[in-house]
């Protein structure tokens, strides 16, 4: 079982900069696929953002692209979300997500919350206004 541990969460105000940090248990070469999700108490669980290693496809949420950047921090086993112009609405608890896909297309349509191999345990980010 992958084990995935985050960092980074706190509490900023509107326009500020928070980044994120997803650690694996083990090589990512098993994990292909990671990504980041946030919940809200009461809504579904929604992808942000999400990196297929391979190849380093990226993808992103429309509520966050331009602001938010995927991308692997110091080789393999580490995936990072760096988050500027942080909205209030950007508010809630972010999961690190990892799952194994053959492609690139695959992490897009597979990386999904039914399709999650590995969870965090969360973070929470707090935008005040």
């Known amino acids: 079982q992958v084990q995935l541990v985050e960092s980074g969460g706190g509490s900023v105000q509107a326009g500020g900069s928070l980044r994120l940090s997803c650690v694996a248990s083990e090589a990512t070469y098993s994990l292909n696929c990671m990504g980041w999700f946030r919940q809200v108490p009461g809504n579904l669980r929604e992808r942000v953002a999400h990196?297929?290693?391979?190849?380093?496809?990226?993808m992103y949420a429309d509520s966050v692209k331009g602001r938010f950047t995927i991308f692997q921090d110091n080789g393999k086993g580490t995936v990072a979300l760096q988050m500027d112009s942080l909205k209030p609405e950007d508010t809630a608890m972010y999961y690190c997500a990892a799952a194994r896909f053959l492609s690139g297309a695959s992490c897009d349509r597979g990386l999904t919350v039914d399709g999650v191999r590995s969870w965090g345990q969360g973070t929470q980010v707090t935008v005040s206004s």
């Open positions: 990196l297929y290693t391979g190849s380093g496809r990226t």
